[in-house]
DNA sequence: GTCTATATACAGATAGAC
DNA sequence: GTCTATCTGTATATAGAC
């Protein structure tokens, strides 16, 4: 029996790599079809195929298919949300820039943020599994959260009204990661600082009829 | 071998069932088991096993897991998507209500719909797959969108300011969906109507600084 | 460093008896 | 209307040769 599809079409995927180079290239491939089928549809095959390799040497180089997602799509997660926190920490703290601009500023890093995590955060969206893995629900919400609780009423304008603080924090976690969502599932890209423009309009001034 | 649990557990379950009865609760079975487990994680033994039959007589009734899916979560969440769409043009069309009055309650609307399928959707997000199954991205948000599209137009201050409206429909979807599945992941009840009030009041007034 | 062959496991689905 | 027994497909992971 033939196999139409043979590791080792790709040329370049033909070289024999150290182990760690090896490692590194399996991990790009893992994330690229974790990404693209979601972490039940990706399979062990597919990733292994894609690096030219076989199934059976990607198993020595990794445990499972679980330790290839986390260094594959969790870890980035993890920095990609820490790069977020340390940047509106500092932008927070500064004193040369006015607050409004503040404001605009944190909308566009969180934006910038939401973007790339967004094809990161769509694949371990589908991570389900036999009941363990909230990954989505017990880690990435509530860093975020945190990310935000901490900076938020130093910047913006609240508490000026009667919200909580919970809710506006939703809000901005559920703007931004809609649209980044939205833009990633249609295949457009998002202009990152022309749509935080926006966004900070509607938090700062509304858009409707003003309530009596 | 002795199954510790076998099917029959619960006495109500023993009951013989005409095959529309059957077809009725084992639907409803499935529907608990897909929104705890996600539809990967649910097994047509767990159904079976709920609804207190054997998984082969599951099949006596449905072809497969895909059709149980489809009866289970896709249906519903379609007639509360149809529901909503229903109320919201109904709110817009009446001219006895105040223009403010109006937007508050089709926040309200959607919030309350947003709670309401955020189970099925939590579940449907699950799904994965082998690539297809793209339920969320294919069919729930292009319809949800439209449904607000229409509407949003009509009800709201937009287009008052320089603001897409795609960007609004999406900050809408994205507040209120956000804020049900949180409040659904914590275990946290929504406060319907309060919580419209207080996005109304952010979405027609803003709560920060004005910009310049 | 890399492969072929295979073990293991389990889920979805069917056959046929009662 | 319901069950017992079983098949088939497929995915992860391992053993051992080169």
Do not use: W
């Not at 990794?62 to 260094?71: A, C, G, T, V, Y």
């Not at 605009?104 to 939401?114: A, N, P, S, Y």
């Not at 910047?155 to 901005?172: C, H, N, Q, R, S």
Request: with cysteine; aromatic share 6%; hydrophobic share 45%.
């Amino acid at each position: 029996m033939t196999r139409s599809i043979a590791p080792g079409d790709r040329p370049e995927a033909r070289k024999r790599l150290t182990a760690a180079e090896r490692r590194t290239q399996i991990i790009a491939m893992a994330r690229e079809v974790f990404v693209e089928e979601g972490v039940n549809g990706a399979r062990s095959r597919d990733i292994a195929d894609r690096a030219g390799i076989t199934e059976a040497y990607l198993y020595r180089h990794f445990h499972s298919k679980d330790e290839l997602f986390q260094l594959a799509i969790d870890e980035p997660l993890d920095r990609m949300i820490t790069v977020l926190s340390n940047d509106t920490r500092e932008l927070a703290a500064r004193n040369d820039v006015d607050r409004v601009e503040v404001v605009r500023r944190t909308h566009e890093l969180l934006l910038g943020c939401m973007v790339e995590i967004a094809p990161l955060v769509a694949a371990a969206l589908l991570s389900g599994g036999t009941g363990k893995n909230q990954f989505y629900a017990d880690y990435l919400f509530p860093r975020l959260r945190d990310v935000l609780a901490l900076v938020i009423p130093d910047i913006t304008g609240y508490p000026t009204k009667a919200i909580e603080l919970d809710l506006f924090v939703d809000a901005m976690i559920g703007i931004h990661l809609t649209i980044a969502l939205e833009h990633l599932l249609e295949n457009k890209p998002v202009d990152v600082p022309v749509v935080a423009e926006q966004v900070t309009t509607m938090f700062a001034v509304g858009v409707g009829r003003r309530p009596r």
